[in-house]
């Protein structure tokens, strides 16, 4: 590699959806390493082969504790380009917060963005408000049947026809084999206090959005609606594109990508 190349490499870093791990991004993966970048794609808490199991977190910050042990070993210089989808938009923000001089630029695609003035759960009641379908996912309910439930794993026919409608039935294949249930945290006062930002940190980060047109769980005006609410220095848009930007229209989000590297990272 010469000089050129290695001065345009750059660090993504990629950070999946709920019930998802890190063989989401392998084709994003791949793609980035072929034209010269290094890319981490992690999972959090109790995903993908994470050893923890859901009911062993107790806080959306023991979730999000991978990305963090992982910032805060990066060299002291080092910036890298956090890639957050769905609900890793939340992992994201809380990543912001504890190490804004760690992120280069926070790339939100079809990704829950909460902000100083734009809390998760405003996001969640508006999501919820608009889609207003229900779902074939199965919820545990670890402290007994009277108590909320615990954690929730994606049923087949919501991936199906809600997340990965457009994408590759062989990607949808490997999804139902690989997910994994995604802890819920129904103590919402302290979930409030460990996801909000600031500011004077979360706010001194650049965003991109990335909005996905033809999504059917985080629809595309609700995606919009948080860029009205909570603007970002950039949003994008791929046409054509599931909620599974990743595998319905993985060669366009890695040129939107390399677009973002070379405009916030030069």
Known sequence: MDNKETQREKHFVLVHGACHGAWCWYRVVTLLESTGHKVTALDMAASGIHPKQAKELNSIEEYVEPLFEFLEGLPREEKVILVGH????????????????KVAVAVFAAALMPGPELGIHSIREERDRRLGFSTDSAYAFDDGPAQPPTSLLFGYDLLSTKLYQLSPPEDLTLAASLMRPFRLYPDQAKMKEEVAVTKAKYGTVRRVYIVCDRDLILTEDVQRWMVEMNPPDEAKVISGSDHMVMFSKPHELCHALGEIAECYCS
């Open 86 to 101: 769905s609900i890793g938009g939340l992992v994201l923000s809380m990543a912001m917060e504890r190490f804004p001089e």
